[in-house]
């Protein structure tokens, strides 16, 4: 292996061992199939070499990192707090506390007014203690019995995303003996002993098994309750709002089933709602003797339905709200006396409220929450109680800051809790955003959300456009301090709503998936050409980033239109698409045939084999790189970037820099401490701005 010289840094030369893989008639050379062994030195070595490479190359960058960092985090509020929420007896908040790196998860008790003001804080959990002498740390899945005596929790100490669970006595602050490994949601019954836990199979890193768990018992003598044998399907328990019945949801990513027990009946037989049947999906919640079905049934915007709670079957469904196809129901909140369609039209959220007439299912429309700007975005935030006149919610845009309110049901007010509080300067006047749309080839109009500082906007700035555009995810258009580094230097930043994404309904996901998956690509390419031609900046300096399945988005739009772009910030990117789904025995590979194809099939072989860009790489100029992963990544392996940068680098041929950054102690997301995280993207910007041509 040739690594760097201390005087002349030169890039990594990963050793080429060719292996063939014949499919379909095709032969598929892979000169780097090696660096999946993991526990081979040559593989670390190689990840090293590159990561010291990388530093020697931003080495002149230090100071500049140092100064971003700095900046992002004096636009931080290093000890803050969290709105306190009603669950049971308690207020519970988190709070962070300047210096410390993970969050502080705490209680006090209450009345329905709020916490006793006299009352003493309890730390229920300190992710700075769990976290003493890991490099890597999460908290998972978290759950409190109804009498607020014993806390399930799960944690991560690797990054692979594979969680322990534990039990904790919230009155004595006791972590009972006995852990279980793998382990995804968690769920109390009503009788404040029984726990319900779902658990990952080894290799594929599934949920298809649902244990029952009884306090005071070793976890040997768990009960295995029941068990999903299709490789398409991840299972996952939870409760209703109103605490009546579990639910456990076994789903693929077009089909679903729920499954439902009484709460108070843990030993009980769980029941079907409706059969799995393909292509439909549901999801159900409970109100006064009724399920509330969220279904796709008649369209693929969903509708509402209910059915009574002791005769759930598909022939009992009495539609409440229909299917609408410029209209996408995301979710209904459901309480007592009413409840909120949260739903997304012409790629915006929308909370819209339903009122009961009385104990039955009927409603009627009753209101809507309206915001004020051309893009943002609006989620519910917590709301645990069921017999309530408030739901809280929670909103923020590219240049709001995140906030809290809560909304009366009776009067349609609105009332500010919280807003995210921006120390270091932050004027919110200096600020813009819009909203604007370009045209694909095939002459569909693709939403673009754009933020910029006013007052140092020209036609020569440059641009940052991310994109995603997979797997039905509604793109947010949210706030971040840390980007008024890059709005403060004058970058243009845009945020691609393009196809295969949940921007503008399910029919939109539909249409940049499977045999259509380009057109996630040409779309991001229009959403490009259409912001340089419109004068919001220069068409020399466009960055773009985006990662994991956007990290697929960056390598396809630099294979397929290099000289576009001027730099390139891909994270833990999707980029070695066929070799990973013809390897059934990889995390994920068998569900995602259904966001991505089976290569199996020669139809869908060729199609993804025109855009795999582990495959598409060719002998030519490509823009500025920084391709980051990590060792511990369970979701998308080290090695597709590892492969493609190593590939790469035998065939541009221009003098940009091409960095692979691994970090050896995290996985998908990267760093977990807020500190260490902010240091990771300091080193982006850094990267970013030296490209861009905007270091002072």
Same mark, same amino acid.
């Given at each position: 292996?040739?690594?760097?010289?201390?005087?002349?840094?030169?890039?990594?030369?990963?050793?080429?061992?060719?292996?063939?893989?014949?499919?379909?008639?095709?032969?598929?050379?892979?000169?780097?199939?090696?660096?999946?062994?993991?526990?081979?030195?040559?593989?670390?070595?190689?990840?090293?070499?590159?990561?010291?490479?990388? %530093?020697? +190359?931003?080495?002149?960058? &230090?100071?500049? /990192?140092?100064? #971003?960092?700095? *900046?992002?985090?004096?636009?931080?509020?290093?000890?803050?707090?969290?709105?306190?929420?009603?669950?049971?007896?308690?207020?519970?908040?988190?709070?962070?506390?300047?210096?410390?790196?993970?969050?502080?998860?705490?209680?006090?008790?209450?009345?329905?007014?709020?916490?006793?003001?006299?009352?003493?804080?309890?730390?229920?959990?300190?992710?700075?203690?769990?976290?003493?002498?890991?490099?890597?740390?999460?908290?998972?899945?978290?759950?409190?019995?109804?009498?607020?005596?014993?806390?399930?929790?799960?944690?991560?100490?690797?990054?692979?995303?594979?969680?322990?669970?534990?039990?904790?006595?919230?009155?004595?602050?006791?972590?009972?003996?006995?852990?279980?490994?793998?382990?995804?949601?968690?769920?109390?019954?009503?009788?404040?002993?029984?726990?319900?836990?779902?658990?990952?199979? %080894?290799? +594929?890193?599934?949920?298809? &098994?649902?244990? /029952?768990?009884? #306090?005071?018992? *070793?976890?040997?003598?768990?009960?295995?309750?029941?068990?999903?044998?299709?490789?398409?399907?991840?299972?996952?328990?939870?409760?209703?709002?109103?605490?009546?019945?579990?639910?456990?949801?076994?789903?693929?990513?077009?089909?679903?089933?729920?499954?439902?027990?009484?709460?108070?009946?843990?030993?009980?037989?769980?029941?079907?709602?409706?059969?799995?049947?393909?292509?439909?999906?549901?999801?159900?919640?409970?109100?006064?003797?009724?399920?509330?079905?969220?279904?796709?049934?008649?369209?693929?915007?969903?509708?509402?339905?209910?059915?009574?709670?002791?005769?759930?079957?598909?022939?009992?469904?009495?539609?409440?709200?229909?299917?609408?196809?410029?209209?996408?129901?995301?979710?209904?909140?459901?309480?007592?006396?009413?409840?909120?369609?949260?739903?997304?039209?012409?790629?915006?959220?929308?909370?819209?409220?339903?009122?009961?007439?009385?104990?039955?299912?009927?409603?009627?429309?009753?209101?809507?929450?309206?915001?004020?700007?051309?893009?943002?975005?609006?989620?519910?935030?917590?709301?645990?109680?069921?017999?309530?006149?408030?739901?809280?919610?929670?909103?923020?845009?590219?240049?709001?800051?995140?906030?809290?309110?809560?909304?009366?049901?009776?009067?349609?007010?609105?009332?500010?809790?919280?807003?995210?509080?921006?120390?270091?300067?932050?004027?919110?006047?200096?600020?813009?955003?819009?909203?604007?749309?370009?045209?694909?080839?095939?002459?569909?109009?693709?939403?673009?959300?754009?933020?910029?500082?006013?007052?140092?906007?020209?036609?020569?700035?440059?641009?940052?456009?991310?994109?995603?555009?997979?797997?039905?995810?509604?793109?947010?258009?949210?706030?971040?301090?840390?980007?008024?580094?890059?709005?403060?230097?004058?970058?243009?930043?845009?945020?691609?709503?393009?196809?295969?994404?949940?921007?503008?309904?399910?029919?939109?996901?539909?249409?940049?998936?499977?045999?259509?998956?380009?057109?996630?690509?040409?779309?991001?390419?229009?959403?490009?050409?259409?912001?340089?031609?419109?004068?919001?900046?220069?068409?020399?300096?466009?960055?773009?980033?985006?990662?994991?399945?956007?990290?697929?988005?960056?390598?396809?739009?630099?294979?397929?239109?290099?000289?576009?772009?001027?730099?390139?910030?891909?994270?833990?990117?999707?980029?070695?698409?066929?070799?990973?789904?013809?390897?059934?025995?990889?995390?994920?590979?068998?569900?995602?045939?259904?966001?991505?194809?089976?290569?199996?099939?020669?139809?869908?072989?060729?199609?993804?084999?025109?855009?795999?860009?582990?495959?598409?790489?060719?002998?030519?100029?490509?823009?500025?790189?920084?391709?980051?992963?990590?060792?511990?990544?369970?979701?998308?392996?080290?090695?597709?970037?590892?492969?493609?940068?190593?590939?790469?680098?035998?065939?541009?041929?221009?003098?940009?820099?091409?960095?692979?950054?691994?970090?050896?102690?995290?996985?998908?997301?990267?760093?977990?401490?807020?500190?260490?995280?902010?240091?990771?993207?300091?080193?982006?910007?850094?990267?970013?701005?030296?490209?861009?041509?905007?270091?002072?």
């Amino acid at each position: 292996m040739k690594c760097m010289s201390k005087s002349l840094p030169s890039p990594p030369t990963a050793p080429r061992h060719p292996t063939d893989n014949t499919i379909h008639g095709v032969t598929l050379t892979d000169d780097y199939a090696w660096l999946r062994g993991k526990e081979n030195p040559e593989t670390i070595a190689y990840l090293e070499a590159e990561n010291a490479y990388a %530093e020697a +190359q931003m080495a002149p960058l &230090q100071g500049l /990192r140092a100064e #971003l960092y700095d *900046e992002m985090l004096s636009h931080i509020k290093q000890t803050d707090v969290s709105v306190p929420y009603r669950d049971g007896n308690y207020w519970y908040s988190t709070r962070t506390e300047e210096g410390l790196q993970y969050a502080i998860y705490c209680r006090k008790s209450g009345t329905e007014a709020g916490p006793v003001p006299e009352a003493a804080e309890a730390v229920i959990l300190d992710g700075n203690k769990l976290a003493e002498g890991q490099a890597f740390f999460a908290i998972g899945d978290t759950d409190i019995t109804d009498d607020g005596r014993w806390l399930a929790y799960t944690t991560d100490t690797t990054g692979f995303r594979q969680y322990t669970l534990r039990v904790k006595n919230l009155e004595t602050g006791e972590t009972l003996a006995g852990e279980v490994e793998r382990v995804g949601s968690i769920c109390w019954a009503a009788d404040n002993r029984t726990l319900f836990y779902t658990v990952e199979d %080894e290799q +594929q890193k599934r949920q298809f &098994q649902l244990y /029952r768990h009884a #306090l005071g018992t *070793e976890h040997s003598a768990d009960a295995l309750v029941y068990q999903d044998d299709d490789e398409s399907f991840n299972i996952g328990v939870g409760r209703t709002r109103d605490g009546k019945y579990l639910l456990l949801e076994s789903g693929s990513h077009t089909t679903t089933e729920v499954r439902f027990l009484a709460a108070d009946n843990p030993a009980g037989e769980f029941a079907v709602i409706a059969p799995r049947k393909v292509d439909h999906e549901y999801s159900v919640d409970h109100r006064k003797g009724h399920w509330f079905i969220r279904t796709n049934d008649s369209g693929r915007n969903f509708r509402l339905a209910t059915a009574p709670a002791d005769h759930p079957g598909h022939e009992n469904w009495t539609e409440l709200i229909p299917h609408r196809d410029a209209v996408m129901l995301e979710d209904a909140d459901l309480f007592a006396d009413f409840f909120i369609a949260c739903e997304r039209e012409d790629g915006l959220p929308r909370l819209r409220l339903w009122k009961f007439a009385g104990n039955g299912p009927e409603a009627v429309r009753a209101g809507e929450i309206a915001f004020p700007e051309p893009a943002y975005s609006a989620h519910p935030h917590v709301n645990r109680i069921f017999e309530t006149t408030t739901f809280r919610y929670s909103y923020q845009s590219l240049v709001s800051p995140a906030s809290v309110y809560e909304y009366d049901v009776n009067s349609g007010a609105s009332a500010l809790l919280k807003q995210q509080e921006i120390p270091g300067g932050f004027d919110r006047a200096l600020y813009a955003s819009e909203r604007i749309r370009a045209t694909a080839p095939d002459g569909v109009e693709v939403p673009i959300s754009i933020v910029y500082r006013k007052d140092i906007r020209t036609k020569s700035n440059p641009i940052h456009v991310y994109g995603y555009g997979s797997y039905g995810f509604a793109l947010p258009v949210s706030f971040s301090s840390n980007r008024l580094s890059l709005l403060d230097r004058g970058v243009v930043m845009a945020f691609a709503h393009i196809r295969g994404g949940g921007d503008l309904g399910q029919t939109w996901h539909d249409a940049g998936k499977m045999m259509v998956k380009r057109n996630t690509f040409s779309d991001f390419i229009a959403c490009v050409e259409h912001l340089t031609a419109n004068g919001y900046g220069d068409p020399k300096r466009v960055a773009i980033e985006g990662g994991s399945a956007g990290g697929l988005l960056m390598g396809a739009v630099v294979n397929m239109r290099p000289e576009l772009f001027r730099a390139v910030l891909s994270h833990v990117p999707f980029v070695d698409v066929i070799n990973t789904m013809l390897d059934e025995t990889l995390p994920l590979t068998v569900p995602e045939y259904e966001e991505w194809g089976n290569p199996n099939y020669p139809d869908y072989f060729d199609y993804m084999l025109s855009y795999s860009p582990y495959e598409n790489l060719c002998e030519g100029q490509y823009p500025s790189m920084l391709v980051k992963t990590s060792l511990n990544d369970s979701q998308v392996m080290y090695w597709e970037p590892a492969k493609y940068v190593a590939k790469l680098r035998t065939l541009k041929t221009d003098e940009n820099p091409l960095l692979l950054v691994t970090n050896m102690q995290a996985g998908h997301g990267g760093a977990s401490g807020r500190y260490d995280y902010l240091k990771e993207i300091a080193q982006d910007y850094a990267f970013l701005l030296r490209e861009l041509g905007l270091i002072r």
